[in-house]
């Protein structure tokens, strides 16, 4: 297989949670923090930012896990 960024989503993307966290720390840390972001990243970060602000701060609580994928199921009309 030849390694593109596709086929090695595609593959990272079947490692447990904690790996692909890893994986995506280590991706992180090698990025050079000088060079411009492409496209819209710039705005996807400030949202995540901000997002993170609200999270930590308690203005934005989250559902568990268990809460959205029973939501989810209910959408569809799938008991489970």
Request: overall charge positive; proline content about 2%.
């Amino acid at each position: 297989m030849q390694m593109t960024a596709k086929n090695i989503t595609r593959s990272a993307l079947t490692l447990p949670q904690k790996s692909r966290a890893l994986l995506a720390s280590i991706l992180l840390d090698t990025l050079d923090e000088n060079v411009e972001p492409v496209d819209n990243e710039r705005e996807w970060i400030k949202e995540a930012k901000r997002r993170d602000k609200d999270i930590s701060s308690g203005k934005t609580i989250c559902a568990s896990h268990k809460e959205i994928m029973k939501a989810a199921y209910e959408a569809i009309g799938c008991k489970r």
